[in-house]
């Protein structure tokens, strides 16, 4: 047996699900999200086909739409943990299969350099057209300066939700927990937006989706600012514009993540923005010139590290409650 598959089988004996977070997320570096049959393209498909049948304005429907709906994909994980019960090669590889379906970065940096290549080659309409692949902002009235912050500022949000989330959420509660952020997650993007049909309805889904990235938007933030040299940035700037701006943006959790994205680059986010048919003037995070089409391969490449970096941090904290579950059970 090469000694790299050696190595791997006796780290998912010792630490399974550790060793199905790392599997996971390489397997997305290398792969990419699954282009056919992607089981969260199911899962919103089902949200929708329920949400039309018992959709009603109120925040009583709706919290029952996005609580059943979360509650039953964390089951579905329970589930499936159960039945690798005793076997760490088959929970590691388990581990692996939900990890590399909830992660999304490497999809994330392809739908960037896709933006950023339509925008260098003047295609502006053409990058109006690719906007909806990575936010719900209004595309119409952006130029390419508009539509260069608009991908930066979804490529620093979507960095926390589509990967330093569910690595938490992994490093926590293993398949289960993936599972269900992911479900929470994509329910807050179908109907937590303030639109006239789910101002209430949707507000259960939004807020659960703001408490469950509380922990993984401050990962997200401070990996940026340990990244932020490797993109010609001071990590000292990234911390002020985090600490300074990072509570002025709406979101609580895009906030940090922006600002500090913000600082990493050495760039002004926020301004004014078209969404779901209301246009806000979102305050300004950071310092610096707004950020050109020439700083979205800088943005995706800060993604990238912080993605390593929060690999790492959830991979670790995994291994060490893996290590602490076999050693109890030794002790039993």
Not at 206 to 222: G, M, Q, Y
Not at 245 to 274: Q, Y
């Amino acid at each position: 047996m090469p000694a790299a598959a050696l190595l791997g089988l006796r780290c998912a004996q010792r630490w399974p699900t550790a060793t199905g977070l790392g599997a996971g997320l390489l397997a997305d570096a290398v792969l990419g999200d699954p282009r056919r049959g992607h089981p969260v393209a199911g899962f919103g498909s089902l949200a929708a086909a329920v949400e039309r049948r018992v959709h009603h304005d109120s925040r009583g429907a709706g919290a029952a739409y996005a609580g059943g709906l979360t509650t039953a994909t964390a089951l579905v994980g329970v589930a499936a943990v159960a039945v690798t019960r005793g076997r760490p090669g088959a929970r590691a590889t388990l581990t692996a299969l939900a990890t590399w379906t909830v992660v999304g970065g490497t999809s994330l940096r392809r739908e960037a350099a896709a933006m950023s290549a339509l925008l260098e080659g003047g295609d502006v309409d053409g990058a109006r057209d690719r906007l909806s692949h990575l936010c719900g902002r209004d595309p119409a009235a952006l130029d390419t300066a508009g539509l260069a912050r608009a991908t930066v500022e979804s490529v620093a949000e979507n960095t926390s939700d589509a990967v330093v989330g569910p690595l938490v959420w992994g490093a926590l509660a293993g398949v289960p927990g993936l599972l269900a952020y992911r479900a929470a997650n994509t329910l807050d993007a179908m109907v937590g937006h303030r639109s006239p049909r789910y101002a209430r309805f949707g507000w259960a889904a939004a807020r659960t989706d703001d408490v469950l990235n509380l922990l993984p938007s401050r990962l997200c933030a401070a990996s940026a600012v340990v990244c932020a040299p490797l993109v010609g940035g001071r990590r000292s700037t990234a911390r002020t514009a985090w600490r300074r701006d990072g509570r002025k943006h709406p979101s609580p959790n895009a906030g940090p993540v922006e600002a500090a994205f913000a600082g990493a680059l050495g760039r002004t986010l926020g301004g004014r923005l078209s969404y779901a048919g209301r246009v806000e003037d979102r305050p300004l995070l950071g310092d610096g010139p707004a950020p050109g089409v020439s700083d979205i391969a800088r943005a995706a490449r800060l993604s990238g590290a912080v993605s390593v970096v929060a690999g790492i941090v959830a991979v670790g904290a995994r291994a060490a409650l893996d290590s602490r579950s076999i050693d109890a059970g030794s002790a039993r």
